[in-house]
């Protein structure tokens, strides 16, 4: 059974920064692309950044420049740097990998949420 486990969620002032780290573990053969999503009261799930294995990122273009998103690929764990965060940041953020676990079966795994929250 493979798990996705967050940390690093939190509140912060307007201008500061939050560190989200997102684990997996059980069995697990391969993790294609992790990603961070991110959902506001009353909206969407949006995507924030994604990360292939080889390190190609992507990102949402309301954090371009302020965020940042790696992978330790011997922990199986990606991270998101978040610096100068905004009122309008405040979501709970979830993990997201696609991950090739036991009997090679590809699934898409999310983790549980960490709220961040920003205040003015």
């Known amino acids: 059974q493979v798990q996705l486990v967050e940390s690093g969620g939190g509140l912060v002032q307007a201008g500061g920064s939050l560190r989200l780290s997102c684990a997996a573990s059980?069995?697990?053969?391969?993790?294609?692309?992790m990603g961070w999503y991110r959902q506001a009261p009353g909206k969407q799930r949006e995507l924030v950044a994604s990360?292939?294995?080889?390190?190609?990122?992507t990102y949402a273009d309301s954090v371009k420049g302020r965020f940042t998103i790696s992978r330790d690929n011997a922990k199986n764990t990606v991270y998101l740097q978040m610096n100068s965060l905004k009122p309008e940041d405040t979501a709970v953020y979830y993990c997201?990998?696609?991950?090739?676990?036991?009997?090679?079966?590809?699934?898409?795994?999310w983790g549980q949420g960490t709220q961040v929250t920003v205040s003015s």
């Open positions: 059980g069995t697990i053969f391969s993790i294609n692309a």
């Open positions: 990360i292939t294995r080889g390190g190609t990122t």
């Open positions: 997201n990998a696609d991950i090739i676990g036991s009997g090679f079966y590809r699934n898409t795994y």
